[in-house]
């Protein structure tokens, strides 16, 4: 569970990023963020992992323990606590290249231990059969041993999914993991990161609103730093062109 | 109307530059007293003294082995401590691991050790440990922190951000984020650089063994204040195959290297 309660981020020439942002993700919810391009879309999402901090406002994330804390005035050690139960999927290079797919699926697992354990990297067999068993998840064992560097976008994406999914979070965000995907593989990742909504809050920026009426039970706009629609994922025509302006005919192209 | 404009670019671009590089190379020969006859007299003397030194003393050769040796040992953990040393120092200087602060700060420390000639580096060193090997390496180490840190830290700097982000995002400590985004992916560059700088060292070795440090530098400068040509030829010979073979190997290396970082 994690409430958002009226964050705002401006810049110091008075341009406002967010402007008194508030929301709330139970679990079983599927939740889209719309927006046009510098709405301020993936800096709300960054700020629930306190990748960004916002000047005011609150974000409280609840624990497995129950314990509500406010993310945006975390210490950095317990930020780095609350961070191990929040999986991220992000876009494009967000995976280690040079490491195998097995290995990357594991470094999901780096802040629950301890430095030592991991420089060398000291997984337990128990660890690794857990890794296998994301991997299968996504239809990506066979690949186990293969480097990343040599894997295609979709199935990078895939790798990003079974970490996220062997990291066991209490969240999960996603940013824009399908805007750099072909239409098959955007689908095949939104059928795998919709399961994972039944159990934990999901929370995705998308740039694909059929994708979004599809696949997630509420949509959140963003435009201008204020959040304009909240609600059901299905958009009319209308709704569409309020939140995306002019940038609606270069989107109607892409979705052809 | 076309023609005079490129005739005027022309002279901008090609004739007035050169000109005032003439000029310019006149003046500097004018002021440091240089007279050009000089150098018809020098190189017909060094012709001369190049011939004194034919045929090498080819008896020298097995008793210089252990000093060619010694010089590439010494180049070689040189250039080691150096790697470590400069990697560490790159973490600081890189703006995605460290604070605005430090990065700048060490930054700037590594560009005034580069200013700093190894030599004297090496001259320092001998006044606190004495003569020997012990200096000159760490002479050697210190010296590829000016090239090795600005370009490890460079490297570092360079890696995606999101990569950054998302194993940060894990809940991974610096020293994690470190083991598990950073060395992996710099790992095929820190290699090439090392493979360079120690080129970059094999010369030096041979030139700091000449002021105390021993080795196959010792042999060449003490062969000659000795006036024993022949054998210094030997040890020049030595010096040469050394430094071309080293070479050599380094690039063969670094281009199978090459590959790896561009194919990433």
Redesign the interface.
Known sequence: MIEVINISKTLPNGKKLLDNISFKVKKGEFVGILGASGAGKTLTLRSL?G?LKPDSGSVIFKNELGEKVNICTLSNKKL?????K?G?I??????????SVLENVM??????IT?FR??FYGFTDAEAHEAMGALEKVNMEHLANNKV?SLSGGEKQRVGIARAIF?KPNLLLADEPISNLDPKNAKLIMKLIKPLSEEIPVIGVFHQPEMTAKYCTRVIAIKEGKIIYDGKPNLSEDQLSEIYGEELSTLALQAK | MKIAEFKISRYKNIVLPLGGLIFLTFLASKSCKIDFSDFGEGIVNGTFFIAKMFPPDWAAFPEMLQPTFDTILLALLGTFFGTILSLFIAFFAAANLSNPWVRNITRSLISIERSIPELFILLILITAFGLGAVPAIIAIALGCVGMLGKLLADTIEDIPPTLMDSVASIGANKIQIIAFAVMPEIIPNLISYALFRFEVNIRLSVLLGAIGAGGIGYELENSFSLLEYHRAFSALIIVLVLVFSIERLSSFFRNKLKNAIVLK
Request: proline share 0%; no cysteine; net charge positive.
């Open positions: 992992n990748l780095r606590k609350v961070r191990q929040i991220v992000f876009q494009g290079y967000h995976l280690v290249q040079r490491l470094i999901g697992r780096l802040g629950s430095t991991s420089i560097s990291q």
